[in-house]
């Protein structure tokens, strides 16, 4: 019965202290109005942050993965650290056999890779001559996509596809012949071919139009001499396969004489600065915290300054100690309640409007990697709500200081103008 | 008509029956130090029994106001002691004063200091809310109150919304409704022009009569010295006199 009528006293008693907080938050309006438009701003730009990131991130991979480099690849051990064009992978039947029998491979691009010189009848340059299947390339990479003049890779004798700027460079146009001169496998003998230039394309990446070039996979190895491939690139089922090490697909490509990598390990730069960039969301938000903190300790103590008197008297008549410190927590959690209702609804916006239209970054390098298409704003909703609690959180917390103080009052000294 | 006298239950401590409501020990308080110390009040020795009318009077500065602070328990004295119902105020805990204040002490201050955001309604039922009594026992007595302090037809109006002297019958309520041993009341008719300030006078007194509730004044106002039934006077921080009347 005792305590039935202590919990009866507690509840009646948090009723009008709840009640006290939710009508004393509306007391100053506009300054209520500015603290809840600052803490909903600062949520909003978290919330923005956040998603561009996602964005951001996604938009890289996808380009790095999409445009050219598979989401992995297959090289014979030591080709990576070398570039040694001796190393290739010689029994590619059976390597294409096991790819075939691979559920999480969706696609395979095989492909020759030697540094050579070509030379126009105008000019001389170095570029990277890749040798690939046209129509297996096509699934893989962008290539087919990236073409701005003439055909594709038809699989005729002869025919080259060259980067625009290397064009440029070279001073040749559809049709014009060219001279590559590379150095064999086994021994290091010139080998030269001519070609005609059949196409040319345009990743938008600098270093790849500068200085790369397609011919048919079977011209290559000729020129080359050799009998099998220097890399196999893979196109997954989805992007999330390449961080899973637990996947089959590792453990069979990765052997005595072969070596699987996942785009993370292949371009560890590009996974270093997208680790970097959810740091960066990080820091973007403790510093938002911070100054919210800082906006809502002083809106407070505003508030209880103004209001000493009134806390007097309400320490004065009963209120205890604790109820008052309650009572200012209250009104942090309340005003922290309207800013995240109210930030979570604009950022909703802004997101959804950053989502579906994207940010234009085109042409925007960043390690090396040309941003060609815009940033598309992903929102994650555990993002939202974990950010949404935090700053919740936050607030109240930034209430504990003037709580506190509030809470330590003496009735004679607070209301001193009064009694 | 209903009065607080018939709701008023009896309290269960033996302090309830005690005559003696507050008696001061030797009590002191003083501020600052040195070149700057004031003794605000110096070895004050008061006992003051259930159901009187006293005024504290003296002038600005003589300490009134300090030792209605000591005596409610708002402010700690430099030395000595005060006992409220016979319990030492000064050996509680900043808990256990606020809930000795909650139950047993009224107070009235001279600029009625009502909470802006509750009603008139609801700043009378404020302690009764801390007390945890239900809500049918509140509506009963905030609807009895409020007919006695004259204030029927205002309960949903703000403190802003009322006039002055309204606004002193909304703490006089509020002082009273929670049926607390005393009434300590600063300079309660200070701000109110003399017509509102008899009329509430007039109140505190029937009050006083009817129910046997002690009422501590500090004031200045001879309207109050008038109706006293004892005045302490207090000069630079000392008791000088003490006249009771009949």
Redesign the interface.
Known sequence: MTNN??S??????T??VT??AK??IF?NTRRTLLTVLLISCSLVAILFTDAFVRGMVSTMVKISTQTFLGEAQIHHQGFRATNDIDLYIENTRNVYAKIADTETIKAYAPRVISGAMTSSSDNVASAIIYGVDGHKEAKVSKLKQAMVEGDYLSGKESEILLGQRLAELLEVSLGDRLVVTVSQAHGGDLSQALFRVSGLFSFNERNMDNGMAFINLSQAQQLLNISGVHEIALRLQNLQQADDKSLPLWQTFNTETLETLSWQELVPQLSSMLAMTEYSTLVVSIILYVLVCLGLINTMFMSIFERQ??FG???????????LFIQILLEGFFIGLLSVTLGLLLAYIVCYWGANVGIDYTDLEMTGMTLNEPIYLIVDITSFIKMALATLLVTVLACLYPAAHAARL???FA?R??? | MTTLAQNKKPKNDDSANSATVIETKALCRHFGQGDTLVKALTNANLTIERGEFTAIIGPSGSGKSTLLQLIGGLDSPTSGDVLLDNRHISQMTGSELSDFRRDHIGFIFQAYNLIPVLSAKENIEYIMLLQGISAHERAKRVTTIMHAVGLEGLEDRRPAELSGGQQQRVAVARAMVSEPSIILADEPTANLDSKTGIELLDMMKTLNEQQNMTFVFSTHDPKIMERAKRIIRLVDGCVVDDERRN
């Open positions: 009528n202590a009866h006293n507690e509840n009646t008693a009723a009008i009640r006290l009508r004393s007391r008197t009134e008297i309400l320490l004065a008549i009963g209120t205890r100690p604790k109820q003496q009735p004679s209301m103008k009064t009694l």
